[in-house]
Nanobody, 126 residues
Framework: QVQVAESGGDSVQAGETLTLSCTTSGLTFEDTSMAWFRQAPGKKREGITCISWTEVTKFYADSVKGRFIVSRDNAKNALYLQMNSLKPEDTAVYYC???????????????????WGQGTQVTVSS
């Protein structure tokens, strides 16, 4: 059974840095493209960054480009999201998602992912 679990959510002040982690089990992580999504209250789920299983492809949404960094550690079956210069508008539940094996590149669209975590809350105060 595939499991995806996020951790690291917290309440922080604007301008601070926070790093989220996502661990997986039950899948071949090194063959799996991964992504981070977020959903703020009353808003649609937004794809913010993804990284292909080859690590060749990375995409960032304009809303986080230049501030957030996605990375992965295949030895630990882990995905990370370093969030710098946080803003109040970054407040949301952040989700980790895993693609089917050997997906072509990665995408910020949720249809590209078949396994999802339960989410972790990030709150940024001004």
């Amino acid at each position: 059974q595939v499991q995806v679990a996020e951790s690291g959510g917290d309440s922080v002040q604007a301008g601070e840095t926070l790093t989220l982690s996502c661990t997986t089990s039950g899948l071949t992580f090194e063959d799996t493209s991964m992504a981070w999504f977020r959903q703020a209250p009353g808003k649609k789920r937004e794809g913010i960054t993804c990284i292909s299983w080859t690590e060749v492809t990375k995409f960032y949404a304009d809303s986080v480009k230049g501030r957030f960094i996605v990375s992965r550690d295949n030895a630990k079956n882990a995905l990370y999201l370093q969030m710098n210069s946080l803003k109040p508008e970054d407040t949301a539940v952040y989700y980790c998602a895993a693609s089917p094996p050997a997906a072509r590149g990665c995408t910020l669209h949720p249809s590209g992912y078949i396994h999802w975590g339960q989410g972790t809350q990030v709150t940024v105060s001004s």
